[in-house]
């Protein structure tokens, strides 16, 4: 038996922040990052919008990338003050995912982030408050999914948050939000969406609900991440990849994901490589791995018009090339003394990740260093090798 679970409602399209006049509430906590929202008026818009509506507003501004443990308790205090019956997370994944995280102290002001940090642990919400997601980048596809990240400054952890009770009411997906990402972020981002439709179609709960949408995500982004790369104003392939993204997050937050996550998180964490750049660089070899014991990418390869697994690889390692994403971890950057110094802590941390447990293929410890390794230095996978290892 299995379920499928996304926001009750998504309005999309150019200019869709306007449906915020149609939400029904009496306040609103407005959860927002540093200034890009505000730079490009729309936080100004979205509190006037609100005001058509009869609501009231008050903001809470400057969520950090990777936010805080402390970040979130500041945005409770907050909504403790001004008793909200409507959170609305504006901008980029931060900020929504803070929101999400706020929300569940407020509902429940006696839990402490431990508890809630053990999948599917957090008890009912809306009994306060409803939540609105209206993303500004097109990547992580939060507006649509269970999951918010979390991040322990102090202990160094990142905590993920995974309950469908996180699942935002509403998602507003306008592409006008888009533009004000520049093209690295549009390329990593971008690529992190791929690499959820890719992880999605060959996880553990993967299912004709999810295959379907992240099918089309991916033949979607193929053709639109370019062009939202080298013209960010073409509002078309703006809106098209942030439809994308949010159909790979409907996907992923109902199938799961895999390894390429597994890994993108730990060299993520000690290198500060950018998530969807991190999995870009990963994609290619963990498909290779991974269809050794699947055969369902080739719907991501039948989508583009490709007869292979091998040839779907290649046009993602050309799509790679195309936005400007090195093709090794070396070529990043990151010297090889750290690296060799981090890899076994890296490799013992990826194995205990949870989304190894929904990749389709169980990887031996051994695997697991081989992947890390020829990501590293831009080889193609020794599947040869790792037969015999496995
Ligand atoms: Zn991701």
Not at 95 to 100: G, L, N, P, Q, T
Request: with cysteine; proline share 5%; charged share 25%.
């Amino acid at each position: 038996m299995s379920s499928f679970i996304v926001p009750r409602h998504t309005y999309h399209g150019p200019g869709s922040l306007e449906n915020l006049k149609e939400v029904r509430a009496k306040k609103a906590v407005i959860v927002t990052g540093g200034s890009s929202m505000k730079r490009f008026g729309f936080l100004e818009k979205t509190i006037a919008l609100l005001e058509e509506a009869d609501i009231a507003s008050v903001v809470f501004e400057g969520v950090e990338s990777d936010p805080s443990v402390t970040t979130v308790m500041k945005g409770v205090d907050l909504f403790n003050r001004e008793n909200p019956d409507l959170i609305i997370g504006l901008g980029g994944c931060s900020a929504i995912d803070a929101a999400k995280a706020m929300w569940v102290f407020y509902e429940y002001p006696e839990v402490t982030f431990d508890e809630i940090t053990a999948p599917f642990t957090i008890k009912p919400l809306r009994n306060k408050a409803r939540f609105v997601a209206i993303p500004s980048t097109s990547g992580t596809g939060t507006e649509a999914t269970c999951v918010a990240v979390i991040t322990d400054t102090a202990k160094g952890i990142k905590h993920p948050l995974v309950s469908y009770e996180i699942c935002p009411d509403i998602a507003i997906v306008d592409g006008e939000l888009a533009k004000s990402m520049p093209p690295n972020v549009t390329a990593n981002t971008g690529m992190d969406a791929l690499s959820h439709d890719v992880e999605a179609v060959v996880a553990a709960l993967a299912s004709p609900h999810t295959d379907a949408l992240a099918v089309d995500s991916v033949r979607m982004i193929f053709k639109n991440l370019p062009r939202a790369c080298e013209n960010g104003e073409e509002i078309e392939a703006r809106q098209a990849m942030h439809d994308a993204s949010c159909l790979a997050g409907m996907a992923f937050s109902n199938a799961i994901l895999g390894i390429v996550h597994s890994i993108s998180h730990q060299i993520g964490g000690m290198f500060g490589v950018p998530h969807g750049r991190a999995n870009a660089i990963l994609m290619p070899n963990v498909i290779r791995y991974n269809s050794q014991e699947t055969d369902k990418y080739s719907l991501l390869a039948q989508a583009l018009g490709k007869k292979t697994v091998e040839e779907f690889v290649i046009e993602i390692e050309k799509l790679r090339e195309r936005v400007g994403i090195e093709d090794s971890f070396q070529a990043y950057g990151i010297d090889p003394k750290a690296w060799e110094e981090k890899l076994e802590a890296m490799v013992e941390n990826a194995m205990a990740d949870p989304c190894t447990g929904t990749n389709p293929r169980k990887p031996t410890p051994e695997e697991m260093r081989m992947l890390f390794q020829c990501c590293y230095s831009g080889e193609t996978v020794h599947l040869s090798k790792i037969k015999k290892a496995g």
